[in-house]
């Protein structure tokens, strides 16, 4: 009797085991994320704060021990509202400098990169504890912006202006050929880049493509080379691939063909 409850208590003991390995390899990335957060602030004791009740960890204070114990991660800013759309771009990612002095707790929401999966996430916290210091709660992770090109009712164009680098422009005011201009720009693949505002910088062969209605732009493109490879750039709207064939195709209206 007494090994064949020994035998049970055993088999429950190990099935607990089993569960508990089980739900830990199966946490979610969020989750996983908040986990690790929460471990790299509550090393703030190695800063000899431990008996400061009135301090509140700064932004800094905070970035500094999450790049100290979670290198993978990096703070690209701090908000009271909320992240909801991935940066286009690391370099177009906020700032903290100005919040640098800060206690972390003025705000809500942190927006961090994850260089190992290249996710962003908006991760939220709330205070905790004398001293201050955030308590990670909830994880999410914000997806990339799908752009989608605009272009004019063919309809409304009464002329499109072509104009490259430097050069002087060329207006097209044939019908069939504002027809066609805009078919070939039909024919383009987004990326999740925003899109400058203004002409494009560090890019080469920049061809201005303005559509226009009644003597006023109603909308404007800019393509150009970058890297051997052939793009279209609408302000705050997105930059999109195109062929080389299809840029070239653009490029002969400025030749006269």
């Known amino acids: 009797m007494k090994k064949k409850l020994l035998i049970i208590i055993t088999s429950i003991v190990l099935i607990g085991i089993i569960c508990i390995w089980f739900l830990?390899?199966?946490?979610?990335?969020?989750?996983?994320?908040?986990?690790?957060?929460?471990?790299?602030?509550?090393?703030?004791?190695?800063?000899?704060?431990?008996?400061?009740?009135?301090?509140?960890?700064?932004?800094?204070?905070?970035?500094?021990?999450?790049?100290?114990?979670?290198?993978?991660?990096?703070?690209?800013?701090?908000?009271?509202?909320?992240?909801?759309?991935?940066?286009?771009?690391?370099?177009?990612?906020?700032?903290?400098?100005?919040?640098?002095?800060?206690?972390?707790?003025?705000?809500?929401?942190?927006?961090l990169y994850d260089e190992k999966s290249d996710k962003f996430y908006n991760v939220k916290f709330k205070e905790k504890g004398k001293p201050v210091i955030p308590n990670f709660t909830e994880a999410k992770e914000l997806n990339r912006t799908i752009f989608e090109l605009e272009l004019p009712n063919a309809s409304l164009v009464e002329s499109i202006s072509l104009k490259k680098n430097s050069d002087s422009?060329?207006?097209?005011?044939?019908?069939?050929?504002v027809g066609d201009i805009l078919d070939i720009l039909e024919g383009t693949k987004p990326t999740t880049k925003s899109g400058e505002i203004g002409t494009p910088i560090r890019v080469e062969n920049i061809i201005n493509v303005d559509f226009i209605s009644k003597e006023n732009v109603i909308s404007?493109?800019?393509?150009?080379?970058?890297?051997?490879?052939?793009?279209?750039?609408?302000?705050?709207?997105?930059?999109?691939?195109?062929?080389?064939?299809?840029?070239d195709l653009i490029e002969n209206y400025l030749k006269g063909n």
């Open 24 to 111: 830990v390899q199966n946490k979610s990335a969020e989750q996983v994320i908040v986990d690790n957060l929460n471990e790299a602030v509550s090393n703030y004791t190695d800063m000899n704060i431990k008996d400061d009740k009135l301090y509140s960890l700064k932004v800094s204070d905070t970035q500094m021990l999450v790049t100290t114990y979670m290198p993978e991660y990096t703070f690209f800013g701090v908000s009271t509202d909320e992240y909801t759309v991935r940066p286009s771009r690391i370099e177009e990612t906020l700032t903290t400098e100005n919040e640098q002095d800060l206690p972390i707790c003025n705000f809500d929401n942190v927006l």
């Open 220 to 247: 404007r493109l800019f393509l150009y080379e970058d890297k051997g490879k052939y793009f279209i750039e609408q302000t705050d709207n997105g930059v999109y691939t195109i062929s080389k064939e299809d840029y």
């Open 169 to 177: 422009p060329i207006v097209i005011s044939n019908k069939d050929d």
